[in-house]
């Protein structure tokens, strides 16, 4: 037999991807002959929604590992707190924000014994709303009559007629 009944669901507003650059100051690595590696990462994210515009705040934490003139490995942990705005039109405070990290990438320079570095970031930022959505569900499948009255789409998910 069919019913009919209310669910709630997300619909997406808008997305769009914030690039964060960070270029830290010239660090010193005294005595370093070479740099094995740097792993950055994103961390403490904060976002802000305003009308039309989502702010990102946090910070990139990076990992330093280099190698001194006796061959030891070293290692120091660096925060540089970042700033990004993206653009979503449709967007206003109180909706749902979700973040997801695409990527990071760093390049750096060994210069003289100072680090000369830049780290570029992608972050998906998504925006959605809650939605009542009526459906008439069945023993084979689930029919959708859209969100607003006077407007019904029939979609058919389950088995074969």
Same mark, same amino acid.
């Given at each position: ?8 669901? !997300? ?11 960070? !270029? ?16 950055? &990462?994103? #961390?403490?994210?904060? @976002? @802000? ?11 990139? @934490? ?7 003139? &006796?061959? &030891? ?9 970042? $700033?990004?705005? $993206?653009?979503?039109?449709?967007? #206003? ?23 000369? %570095?830049?780290?570029?970031? @992608? ?7 809650? %939605? ?19 407007? &019904? ?5 389950? $088995?074969?007629?």
């Amino acid at each position: 037999m069919w019913k009919k009944a209310r669910i709630k669901a !997300e619909r997406v507003v808008g997305e769009c991807i914030a690039q964060i650059v960070e !270029e830290a100051p010239a660090l010193a690595l005294p005595g370093a002959i070479k740099v094995d590696r740097i792993v950055a &990462t994103l #961390t403490n994210i904060v @976002h @802000h929604l305003f009308p039309g515009k989502v702010v990102l705040q946090g910070f990139v @934490h990076k990992q330093i590992f280099w190698v001194d003139s &006796t061959n &030891t490995v070293r290692h120091i942990a660096q925060d540089i707190p970042f $700033c990004a705005a $993206c653009d979503i039109p449709a967007a #206003t405070p109180g909706q749902i924000v979700e973040l997801f990290l695409q990527d990071v990438f760093t390049d750096f320079q060994l210069v003289n014994g100072f680090l000369c %570095e830049k780290v570029v970031a @992608h972050v998906l930022v998504k925006v959605s709303v809650l %939605e009542q959505l009526d459906v008439i569900t069945g023993q084979c499948g689930v029919f959708s009559s859209g969100p607003a009255p006077g407007q &019904t789409v029939f979609q058919f998910f389950g $088995c074969d007629p």
